[in-house]
């Protein structure tokens, strides 16, 4: 994926899911996956994940979460409606509400 691109994932929406991602670490600044967004990627709720800054962002809210050297990031996403729980490499789980609009169910990926 290029720099700064969103990535939709044409075959997987909804809002009853489980979504598994892993993502091999590179240069980049922050990198995530979006849930809830709408066909163009927008509006959606951010699941970020910060390598230098040492947090895990779902949404407004920030986690600590550091990954080791050379560790690639898994992270399990669970969409059940208006709740979003995740896991990231077996280590770190975060849970955030959020109200959305039911059109609006398509899953992106981004980098930086």
Same mark, same amino acid.
Do not use: W
């Given at each position: 994926?290029?720099?700064?691109?969103?990535?939709?994932?044409?075959?997987?929406?909804?809002?009853?899911? #489980?979504? +598994? $991602?892993?993502? *091999?670490?590179?240069?980049?600044?922050?990198?995530?996956?979006? &849930?809830?967004? /709408?066909?163009?990627?927008?509006?959606?709720?951010?699941?970020?994940?910060?390598?230098?800054?040492?947090?895990?962002?779902?949404? #407004?809210? +920030? $986690?600590?979460? *550091?990954?080791?050297?050379?560790?690639?990031?898994?992270?399990? &996403?669970?969409? /059940?409606?208006?709740?979003?729980?995740?896991?990231?490499?077996?280590?770190?789980?975060?849970?955030?509400?959020?109200?959305?609009?039911?059109?609006?169910?398509?899953?992106?990926?981004?980098?930086?």
């Amino acid at each position: 994926m290029q720099n700064g691109t969103v990535y939709r994932l044409k075959e997987i929406s909804g809002d009853a899911l #489980e979504i +598994q $991602v892993v993502l *091999e670490m590179g240069a980049s600044r922050f990198f995530g996956i979006q &849930v809830y967004c /709408d066909r163009q990627g927008r509006q959606g709720f951010p699941i970020t994940v910060e390598p230098a800054n040492k947090i895990l962002m779902l949404g #407004e809210t +920030q $986690v600590p979460f *550091e990954l080791k050297p050379d560790e690639d990031l898994e992270m399990r &996403v669970f969409l /059940d409606k208006s709740i979003i729980e995740v896991f990231v490499n077996d280590r770190q789980a975060a849970l955030a509400p959020h109200k959305y609009a039911p059109e609006n169910l398509e899953i992106c990926l981004f980098s930086q």
